[in-house]
């Protein structure tokens, strides 16, 4: 391939890296025709240390050698003046909490607290085990901060606002103290502190502050026997943050490089969550910096220097938004890798005017991935993962071990898929490395796997296909098991058919969580499938699920990475509140508000989005008062007047949850939260469904068939001669669907 002249800052480069396959999609100008862009897909295994030691850098050299037509030789720093921008998504948190393989850091707490994240908050999920064995504390040692600071005052006091300390105009001096019960008749609150105003509006007292010397020599202790890494989980700091900030100054003055001090994570009520994920923070933080460190060496030194001439460097936040470096974390990245599939997903398949609900289906090498979208992302505030509840905003993804890398094994008389993986390194028996039995090789048998049509990346040289006598040999030794443990004998089809039939109910299970758990109608959704092995379940899952449209998109094997090329910037502050919600709070909050979406505008502005290409969000984190359970609300023009009534909002978003109200109950906010959004594109074009409607629909005849295959179908058995259709997309159509190629898709129609 000659040498391309291509403009400097005009490559876009995506990568995600995954569980078993690294898949990375750019675009460029066309040398033809500028004004188009020409699309590069590339797609490596994440692990292959024979070959080279990082996938999105050695896909990136690949992108490069292909679009410049230079031979680029492996491990030789990369020249990024082509690049306009690099967008990534990682596992390597999510790795490292599952894996345990953080890194270790200690625990400073306020006095008498120690053990608290150990007792936790006394849920039993497995409530009838046996033999219970908790999750250890991702911390390796706890230090005692003598301080203490508590609020004046009972929330629960039915006359609190009548009795709660009330300030002078300018917010810090007070007017007059509390006169509650427990006061103590002489000061302004139960007993001597100085009294401050916290950020939620609460009156804190402070019963001691912390001492900073004392603190200098515990945190030298730590720094020298190797602590590098701290985590700051202080009593009420989400109101009070003061003390945090003291002592994560002075850790950083004694030379600690990761300080996650609660407060600043996210300041939310419930010291729990705040303080097991500030641990997490810690925890992932310096594995991530570490291996993004190793990733920047790849490039020169333009990549990282945030400088507005030089190409940008991206991340995918776990909340479906794209973060600068300055402010990914390990914290914000746990759900990175899912998060660019469900924002590629329910970009290409939504239509604002038709509304049709989103089921994602996302069946990876590891594990597949569900989550639904109805016109917004679906994000939830507290999740757990590997044991660890951890307080950041999520999108709500539901994952279960089941992908194309999942075991396959038969114990005790029965059929099994997962939860174990192979992984990319040896991966499925298929993949020439000496790999257990996995989905793939079950699929490749069945013939939904044409190793003509798959990327021929495997062996020594990288270069052989899929290796089908390898599957073979596999299950000839399970059907033996098997057949000598059944009375009947079971053709080798049948056995491997059923592995997969465990498999797509087991991918099954999340979805009715999703969507029937929830009260939504399962069947009303369109399954939108993509992953790797997404299009080889997609149409029996549908019908398992009684689901009549499916959606393959033309880069469904990669829609992680091409999610990325169409996320958004996201940016959001937030601020703990305490207000009883009425008319004479609505307009301080509202105040508050403003003051957090002018501070949002400008630090996009400072990203380089402005005027139309924002979209803000502002939202209520509201509860019925005597409740634990607060929802995030966000208004829309339909709730109660039509500007911004969160009360309104608050109570269709509560009936939709919970099916009742607590009328008599007064509104409590939360927090207080606004989202900006900077626009990265401006238009996807016509939806799938509208070129649907205006297509003329040509039959296809057997004779445009590429060639024909021996493929396995339900109830149908082996047909030797399938023919296989090339699209854009490889896709297995079974009987009884009817499939209509479009522009972007494959639609797919069951029983129709």
Request: charged residues 25%; proline residues 5%; aromatic residues 8%.
């Amino acid at each position: 391939m000659g040498m391309i002249e291509v403009p400097d800052r005009s490559i876009r480069i995506c990568a995600d890296r995954g569980g078993t396959f690294c898949d990375v999609h750019a675009s460029y100008p066309d040398p033809g025709n500028p004004n188009e862009r020409k699309d590069i897909v590339v797609k490596l295994l994440s692990q292959d240390t024979a070959n080279y030691g990082d996938a999105p850098t050695e896909g990136i050299r690949r992108v490069l050698e292909i679009v410049t037509g230079e031979t680029i030789p492996r491990g030789s720093v990369l020249d990024t003046s082509k690049i306009d921008y690099i967008r990534l998504s990682t596992t390597v948190a999510t790795n490292a909490l599952l894996e345990r393989k953080g890194h270790r850091h200690a625990l400073l707490i306020t006095k008498g607290f120690k053990d608290l994240l150990l007792i936790g908050n006394q849920s039993r999920p497995r409530i009838f085990d046996l033999n219970i064995r908790r999750p250890s504390p991702l911390y390796s040692e706890v230090i005692e901060v003598d301080e203490r600071v508590t609020l004046v005052g009972y929330t629960s006091d039915p006359k609190s606002e009548e009795n709660a300390i009330q300030w002078n105009d300018d917010g810090s001096s007070i007017q007059r103290g509390y006169r509650g019960p427990g006061w103590d008749g002489e000061g302004n609150a139960e007993g001597p502190g100085d009294i401050v105003r916290g950020i939620s509006g609460e009156a804190v007292r402070i019963l001691k502050r912390p001492d900073l010397d004392l603190l200098r020599h515990d945190l030298q202790r730590l720094y020298d026997t190797g602590y590098r890494s701290l985590a700051i989980v202080l009593v009420h700091s989400y109101t009070f943050p003061e003390h945090e900030i003291q002592i994560g100054k002075l850790a950083r003055e004694v030379g600690f490089t990761q300080v996650s001090e609660s407060s600043q994570l996210l300041p939310m009520i419930k010291m729990v969550p705040r303080g097991v994920s500030s641990t997490a923070d810690a925890y992932l933080t310096p594995i991530l910096r570490e291996y993004l460190d190793g990733f920047f060496h790849g490039f020169d030194t333009n990549l990282k220097d945030g400088r507005i001439k030089s190409p940008r460097v991206e991340f995918m936040g776990s909340d479906g938004g794209l973060l600068d470096l300055n402010n990914f974390s390990g914290l914000k990245s746990i759900l990175s890798g899912p998060a660019g599939g469900v924002v590629g997903y329910a970009l290409t398949s939504w239509d604002a005017d038709r509304k049709y609900p989103i089921i994602g289906l996302d069946v990876g090498g590891t594990s597949t991935d569900v989550s639904r979208f109805d016109g917004r992302y679906e994000v939830v505030y507290e999740t757990t993962t590997a044991g660890v509840t951890i307080q950041s905003p999520q999108l709500d993804i539901n994952t279960v071990a089941a992908g194309g890398g999942s075991c396959l094994t038969f114990r005790n008389g029965l059929f099994l898929a997962g939860p174990e993986s192979a992984g990319a390194q040896p991966g499925p028996a298929c993949y020439r490395k000496g790999g257990p039995l996995a989905v793939t090789d079950a699929n490749l048998l069945l013939g939904r796997l044409i190793p003509g049509y798959f990327p021929k990346i495997f062996g020594k040289s990288e270069k052989e296909p899929l290796d089908s006598e390898a599957s073979r040999v596999a299950f000839e030794k399970v059907a033996k098991e098997i057949n000598e443990s059944h009375e009947i004998n079971l053709d080798l089809d049948d056995i491997v058919y059923g592995f997969i039939k465990v498999a797509n109910e087991t991918m099954c299970r999340p979805i009715r969580a999703l969507t029937e758990a929830r009260g939504y109608s399962t069947g009303k959704h369109v399954l939108a499938s993509f992953g790797g092995a997404g299009g080889q379940h997609a149409c029996e899952i549908a019908s398992l699920l009684g689901i009549k449209t499916i959606l393959i998109h033309r880069y469904s094997s990669i829609l992680s990475a091409y999610g990325l090329a169409l996320a958004d910037r996201a940016y959001e502050l937030q601020e703990p509140s305490s207000a009883f919600y009425s008319a004479q709070t609505r307009r301080n909050l509202i105040v508050r508000l403003d003051k957090l979406t002018n501070d949002v505008k400008a630090e996009l502005k400072r990203q380089g989005f402005e005027g139309d290409r924002v979209k803000v969000e502002r939202m209520l984190n509201m509860r019925f008062e005597g409740t634990d359970t607060a929802l995030m609300v966000l208004p829309n023009e339909n709730d109660g007047d039509g500007t911004e009534d969160f009360e309104a909002a608050f109570r269709r978003v509560y009936k939709a949850e919970f099916g009742f109200l607590l009328d008599t109950k007064s509104i409590i906010v939360d927090d207080v939260k606004v989202r900006g959004i900077g626009k990265t594109f401006d238009h996807l074009g016509e939806s799938v469904y509208s070129e649907i409607e205006r297509l003329e629909k040509h039959p296809v005849t057997r004779d445009r068939a590429d060639s024909t295959y021996s493929v396995y179908f339900d109830k149908v058995g082996r047909v030797a001669d399938t023919p296989v259709f090339l699209l854009d997309s490889l896709s297995l159509i079974v009987p009884g669907a009817r499939a209509v190629l479009t522009s972007k898709h494959l639609y797919i129609t069951l029983g129709g």
